[in-house]
């Protein structure tokens, strides 16, 4: 008899809220700091400067306002753990309204300002069953705020990988969500009980088909920190890099995740 299919995980709404606000508070107090040369220079995403990376990231919240804002959805069309894989088709009309907005936005503490206190005010008063549309699709607001995580702490380690010395924290929370949602994600794209992947302290699943295991020891296992989980998740760092340079350890012969990643891009 096949095992019981595991419930998805679930998440409050009220920590995803405030891991949400927390979050773009610090990169709104970084972004503050950095001067014009600093905004100039390379993002190390496509052509995007450190200036149009800003500005997606303001992007993220400006998502949720957007779509309160519109009519609500007669249904979802996206369920959450399929997020991760639905956004890489939309990337050219993210890149087109990046480059617009960082174009007439000059003044990004301003952005910054107007995109939190339209959320602030919103928010609120919106049930997390409330649907939304998305670019990707229609999903409760509670689902997409959970996507807001890894936008935003996924941004953040761009912007602190592309400003030298620069050294944006990471809320807690909004880590630790990122971080479930991805393991969540290569959970149901590789689903099976073979293999166990850890990201102590935040996620830990099985996945990958193959011999159940029940009991001791897993004969496979992968094991990382959730910087470098989300960045091997999104395509920043490679497996084999990550196994080279020793922040991955993985052991068995159903460890290698190379063909499974990145989840997203």
Known sequence: ??????????????KTRAAVLAQFGNVRAAVRT?????????????DWTVRELAAHLAMALE??????????????????????????????????????LAATEPD????????????????????????????VGAMTLADHLVTRTVELVVHTDDLNAAVPGLDVPYDRQALATCTRLLADALAAKAPGASTEVRVPPYAVVQCVEG?????????????????????????RMGW?????????????????LGALLPLMS
């Open 1 to 14: 008899m096949p095992p019981a299919k595991k419930r998805p995980r679930t998440y409050d709404p009220a």
């Open 34 to 46: 950095l001067t014009p040369g600093q905004l100039a220079s390379p993002a190390g995403l496509g």
């Open 63 to 100: 998502a949720v306002n957007r779509g309160l804002d519109g009519p609500e959805p007669p249904a979802p069309t996206l369920a959450l753990l399929d997020w991760p894989s639905a956004t890489a088709p939309r990337a050219a009309e993210v890149d087109e309204d990046v480059h617009a």
């Open 108 to 135: 990004l503490d301003a952005l910054y300002e107007r995109t939190e206190a339209r959320f602030t005010e919103r928010l609120p008063q919106a049930p997390g069953g409330r649907l939304l549309g998305t670019r």
């Open 211 to 235: 011999p159940r295991h029940t009991r001791g020891t897993p004969p496979n296992v992968v094991e990382t920190d959730p910087l470098t989980w989300i960045r091997l998740a999104t395509g």
């Open 240 to 256: 084999k890099t990550a196994l080279d340079e020793a922040r991955v350890r993985a052991s068995g012969e159903r460890a290698d």
